[in-house]
């Protein structure tokens, strides 16, 4: 059974396939937009056909509920809880046509969640991701020890990194400890890069190839480039009123980006 948390809610249709592929999104600095770029990169791969699923992993300070509008009756925190199953509490966002399950905003009990409870997580999210095309894990910001175990054991990693320096310092760390955590036969290989809130295409291009620069130097292998996305006013209209951009503004410049990012994701 899954949850309707409002009238654009209905439930989840699940079939079965063994085929779920676990990205997750991380950028170390707050803010630049992993939140947003997870949610409209859901939306961007269910209209290409997939069947997606959105998981809130920003255990402390979840907010993919409230950049949607949502209200669920369950949440991560009841499965946390053992009040109900990770199916119970996915909700399908009925003009996304993707499922989601949210966080709990501010819950104390989830940024400090106890290792062998997340392993029970990430294992339910494991089954959860066969009945997917795509699993795409929004992480908190900072490095974390959950952070990491999140992004280590997903099966790729997404770097968000903006045009401002401490967005990419904070980027190439997350690479370096990503690395460090997967060992050298699945490290940087398996993660690649977004620049995002980008002035220009050239400009996120110059951007990521400082980071890939950094990376090549210091690790030994740079990140490809998975898209660049366009700062963009119209974000920020989506985000105020709750509504998905590619709904809304299906045509800006920043949802052309992220459709972009969509198929070289699929390949
Ligand atoms: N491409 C874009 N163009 C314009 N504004 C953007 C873009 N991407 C993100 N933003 C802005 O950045 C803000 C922060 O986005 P979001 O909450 O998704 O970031 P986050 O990285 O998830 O933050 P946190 O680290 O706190 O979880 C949004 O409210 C939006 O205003
Ligand atoms: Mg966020």
Redesign the pocket.
């Known amino acids: 059974m899954t949850q309707s948390a409002s009238p654009s809610l209905t439930p989840s249709s699940l079939t079965p396939s063994s085929s779920g592929r676990v990205v997750a999104i991380a ?1 170390g ?11 409209t990169l859901a939306h961007a791969l269910a209209r290409q056909g997939r069947r997606v699923l959105l998981f809130d992993g ?1 255990l402390g ?1 979840a ?1 993919v509920d409230i ?1 949607l509008g949502l209200m669920p009756a369950l949440d991560l925190g009841s499965v946390i809880a053992g009040r109900a199953s990770l199916a119970e509490a996915t909700l399908h966002h009925a003009d996304g046509d993707f499922g989601i399950v949210v966080g709990r905003s501010g819950s104390g009990a989830l940024s400090t969640l106890d290792p062998a409870v997340l392993e029970r997580v990430l294992e339910a999210l494991r089954a959860a991701a066969g009945k997917h095309d795509l699993v795409l894990l ?1 992480l ?2 900072g490095l974390d020890r959950s952070v990491r175990r999140m992004a280590a054991w997903a099966d790729e990693l997404l770097v ?1 990194a903006t045009e401002e320096p401490t967005s990419l310092t904070d980027a190439y760390a997350v690479l370096k400890l990503h690395a460090a955590d997967r060992g050298a036969d699945r490290g940087v290989g398996a993660a690649s890069v977004v620049v ?3 002035a220009s295409r050239p400009g996120g291009e110059r951007t990521y190839a400082t980071l890939a620069r950094a990376c090549a130097t210091f690790l030994g292998h740079a990140p490809p480039l998975l898209g660049v ?5 119209r ?2 209209d989506a ?1 105020r009123r709750q509504t998905l951009l590619l709904t809304r503004h299906p045509a800006c410049a ?1 949802a052309q ?1 992220v459709e972009a990012a969509a198929r070289a994701l699929l390949g």
């Open positions: 950028s600095k707050g803010g630049v937009g992993k939140t947003w770029f997870a949610i920003d300070l907010n950049q929004d908190g910001a968000l995002n809130q980008a996305v366009r700062r963009d006013e974000v920020r985000i920043a980006d």
